[in-house]
């Protein structure tokens, strides 16, 4: 390689533009900061300051004593969604069930909609009624309310707002595999948190915080993929350490909200100068509404509304009338207590079925998804077997921090009465095989 320049700005861009060209390739290590610096005759601090920019624009990545290394080529990685074309009989997808969505025709029919033009308020009025009685009690204290496109915009939108590339955020692992990649695409490193029945340990929280974290991302309940939802204890366990570290941001994902069995417990600490609280309506809506609602401290609503300002990314009217339509009209509304019920049906249907094959699930569960714990990280081997027999599960591997985690998981919504026996069956057989 061969960097040339002065100041920050012209060796910055000596080594973007290797970068582009293909002349400094994933993987290679930059010299170190001294050895840059005595070459290029420049302050050790310059090459520091190069370094951290490069690392801020997603070029490179700073990890520890290797050094500094140029970044892989981003992909989007593993996806939820349906697979399309498939024969296999799909509990894969993380996907709610169609038909206990509700009828966004009626909804579009509910009233006229007026034009919003640029500069008028980010809020629907209604929604934001709705949303104060709906956030504002779960609030640690004074809060403003704003609407981001989703949970996952919403979790991104507020990591940019306080971290830079190379900050350490705690998540759940195993993990959402939505916010695992959001972590990825934005450089930041994900610390993984381990987890038991009742979610996150408050002692694994503890060393990911010693270790720098500089924010946490929480699922109260209906926790994807395991299920499992914070107790009372465990929540009063988890807020005891954050208040230890009152300047890291938390987040907090309740993106089950709408359809949630289990109680929603306060985890955020009164002492936290920095956090939020997400609720998204895809799971009991639809996920093509993609709107969630945000509670945050005033200091964290003030910066993200600098990037969902009515000028620039506001969240569409049209869509947010179709969402207080969905909540407010008793006709749409009630499709999702009738959701709630059909889902938990579901779980408890597959549960004893499996329990009479001999195969345990992680408990106690809500949501979507049913999670087998495995005792090896054997579960593209176990889902490759499964789709032998005709059924399509999502391997635990993916949801993995730090380590594959060791799981099958099993999206229960469209699972059928008379498939049930069938399929824990053939899941039975095929973990006693391997054990």
């Known amino acids: 390689m061969s960097i040339t320049g002065k100041t920050v700005t012209s060796i910055f861009e000596s080594i973007r533009l290797q970068v582009q060209a293909g002349k400094l390739r994933p993987g290679q ?87 919003q ?48 590339a190379g900050d350490k955020v705690a998540v759940e692992d195993p993990c959402f595999l939505s916010s695992i990649n959001t972590l990825r695409i934005a450089g930041l490193q994900a610390v993984g948190v381990g987890m038991d029945h009742a979610g996150m340990r408050p002692d694994a929280l503890e060393q990911a915080l010693e270790q720098g974290a500089q924010a946490v991302i929480v699922t109260p309940r209906a926790h994807n993929p395991t299920g499992c939802s914070l107790t009372s204890e465990r929540a009063q366990a988890l807020q005891a350490v954050l208040e230890r570290y009152p300047h890291v941001l938390v987040i907090v994902d309740d993106h089950f909200a709408l359809l949630a069995y289990k109680r929603y417990w306060q985890v955020i600490p009164a002492s936290s100068t920095r956090w939020a609280l997400v609720r998204s309506v895809s799971k009991a809506l639809g996920p093509d509404l993609r709107l969630a609602l945000v509670a945050s401290d005033p200091q964290t609503s003030q910066r993200l509304r600098l990037r969902l300002a009515p000028g620039t990314g506001w969240v569409s009217h049209l869509l947010q009338e179709v ?99 069938r399929f824990a069956v053939d899941i039975g057989k095929v973990l006693k095989a391997r054990a």
Request: aromatic residues 6%; negative net charge.
């Open 117 to 164: 033009l640029y500069g008028g308020e980010p809020v629907h009025a209604e929604l934001a009624a709705y949303g104060r009685q709906w956030l504002g009690r779960d609030c640690p204290g004074e809060y403003a309310l704003d609407v981001a496109h989703g949970a996952v915009d919403a979790i991104e939108r507020l990591l940019a707002a306080y971290l830079v």
């Open 29 to 115: 290590i930059l010299p170190p900061v001294r050895d840059l610096a005595v070459t290029l005759g420049v302050n050790r601090n310059t090459v520091a300051a190069v370094y951290k920019r490069l690392a801020a624009a997603g070029l490179a990545t700073t990890q520890g004593r290797r050094g500094t290394v140029i970044r892989e080529q981003l992909d989007p990685g593993e996806q939820e969604g349906w697979m399309a074309g498939t024969p296999l009989i799909d509990f894969a997808s993380g996907n709610p069930n169609p038909a206990w969505l509700p009828d966004i025709n009626q909804a579009l029919a509910w009233r006229p909609y007026q034009h």
């Open 323 to 421: 969402v207080v339509a969905c909540l407010q009209v008793p006709a749409l509304a009630g499709r999702m207590g009738l959701a709630t019920q059909e889902y938990s049906y579901r779980r408890n249907i597959l549960k004893h079925a499996l329990a009479a094959q001999g195969v345990a699930v992680a408990e106690p569960v809500d949501g979507l998804n049913l999670w087998i714990p495995l005792r090896e990280p054997t579960g593209q081997a176990d889902a490759a077997l499964l789709a032998r027999h005709g059924w399509l599960v999502r391997s635990g591997d993916v949801f993995g921090v730090q380590a594959p985690a060791c799981g099958l998981r099993v999206t229960i919504s469209t699972l059928h009465e008379d498939q049930v026996d």
